[in-house]
């Protein structure tokens, strides 16, 4: 995953931020105190992009063109919720609800197929050959 994030900061700034998970009584508190948490981390203006297996599908391609939509783009956050989930408020509010894949993927390979996904965005973006 280092090596994309090196590749990426050719032509964009990669921050990686893990939050800690929190730790309650019950599921539904840790999201509450999560969200909390991921709100705070946010930027004051940018896009939010939530993930989730319930959110939209886009092919590399789509992914790429939708980003480049974006005014905002130099300033943009993806959230993941934990083991319990993320709260349906975070979502809600997040500019984009983005499913990386129908499967449910443990946080390691999700954050890596991100990063790799990030890669493609920005290859497409400059036009370089790695993606076809």
């Known amino acids: 995953m280092q090596r994309y994030i090196r590749m990426i900061s050719r032509w964009h700034r990669l921050e990686m931020q893990m939050l800690r998970p929190a730790t309650a009584k019950s599921p539904q508190e840790c999201m509450r105190i999560e969200a909390e948490l991921l709100r705070a981390a946010q930027p004051a203006s940018g896009v939010v992009v939530a993930l989730g297996e319930e ?30 989930g ?19 993927l443990p946080y390691g390979l999700c954050r890596l197929v991100l990063v790799e996904q990030i890669y493609r965005i920005a290859t497409v973006a400059e036009k370089h050959p790695y993606h076809k």
């Open 86 to 104: 993320m709260a349906a408020s975070v979502k809600r509010e997040s500019s984009l609800l983005l499913s990386l894949s129908p499967l449910t």
């Open 55 to 84: 959110g939209r599908l886009f092919s590399t391609h789509e992914l790429a063109q939708w980003f480049l939509r974006q005014q905002s783009m130099r300033e943009m956050v993806f959230l993941m919720g934990s083991a319990h």
